[in-house]
């Protein structure tokens, strides 16, 4: 079975996070999509520190119509700083005859040498690199880390790099979704409406529990 990871803060969860997982489970044939909300994110601060709880069951509330998406709490139920390699290595612990993707966007790619482990993650499974706007990979290959760019061969055409472990990363472009968490925190703040950039679902969680209003 193929199985898609899409971790993040979900600070909130939007429109923009769904069909992304939406149009790699159906490019890639994955059997489900498991979203992954970050307990505690070791490389920058969580805006608002709104907690675990909050940000999990607004994922829950947005994917709970579609029997393919799911989500998980594995980082909150390990504490600790969420780092990607320990999730990746719970996850195979679950499901060792699956195959893995693991989401993430163009500019985290760009910085994956500052990850922990991160070498090891290309071992765990396949990476399919959404492009963000702002953060364009013109190849995949001269984003890698020198200290690994010997392990991969690059197939331009594909926009993929092949991994000595039989894993694969790939690049994924063209999902005109220009949508983020801070933009809609901060239309919170000014009392702006976030109709339509999130499920209606989250919306109305947001207002019932009055998150990021300036109140």
């Known amino acids: 079975m193929k199985i898609g990871i899409v971790g993040g803060t979900f600070n909130p969860i939007h429109i923009a996070h769904l069909r992304i997982a939406e149009e790699i489970?159906?490019?890639?044939?994955?059997?489900?999509?498991i979203f992954v909300p970050a307990a505690a994110p070791p490389h920058k601060p969580l805006a608002g520190e709104l907690p675990?709880?909050?940000?999990?069951?607004?994922?829950?509330l947005a994917v709970r119509d579609n029997p393919v998406f799911s989500v998980s709490d594995i980082e909150g139920k390990r504490g600790g700083k969420s780092y990607s390699i320990d999730t990746l290595r719970a996850f195979r612990g679950l499901y060792p005859d699956?195959?893995?993707?693991?989401?993430?966007?163009?500019?985290?790619?760009?910085?994956?040498?500052?990850?922990?482990?991160?070498?090891?993650i290309?071992?765990?499974?396949?990476?399919?690199?959404?492009?963000?706007?702002?953060?364009?990979?013109?190849a995949l290959d001269k984003t890698l880390p020198v200290a690994i760019a010997r392990e991969f061969c690059y197939y331009g055409?594909?926009?993929?790099?092949?991994?000595?472990?039989?894993?694969?990363?790939?690049?994924?472009?063209?999902?005109?979704?220009?949508?983020?968490?801070?933009?809609?925190?901060?239309?919170r703040r000014v009392g702006r409406s976030i109709r339509y950039l999130v499920p209606e679902a989250v919306e109305h969680y947001i207002k019932e529990k009055r998150l990021y209003a300036n109140v």
């Open 25 to 33: 489970r159906e490019e890639f044939d994955l059997a489900k999509v």
């Open 52 to 60: 675990f709880a909050s940000r999990y069951e607004m994922v829950q």
């Open 98 to 120: 699956d195959e893995f993707f693991f989401v993430i966007g163009s500019d985290s790619f760009m910085d994956i040498g500052s990850w922990r482990e991160y070498a090891a």
């Open 122 to 138: 290309f071992d765990c499974c396949n990476l399919v690199v959404v492009e963000r706007p702002g953060f364009v990979v013109d």
């Open 157 to 187: 055409a594909e926009k993929r790099l092949a991994h000595r472990s039989g894993y694969s990363v790939y690049y994924k472009e063209g999902i005109p979704l220009d949508i983020s968490s801070s933009a809609i925190r901060e239309l």
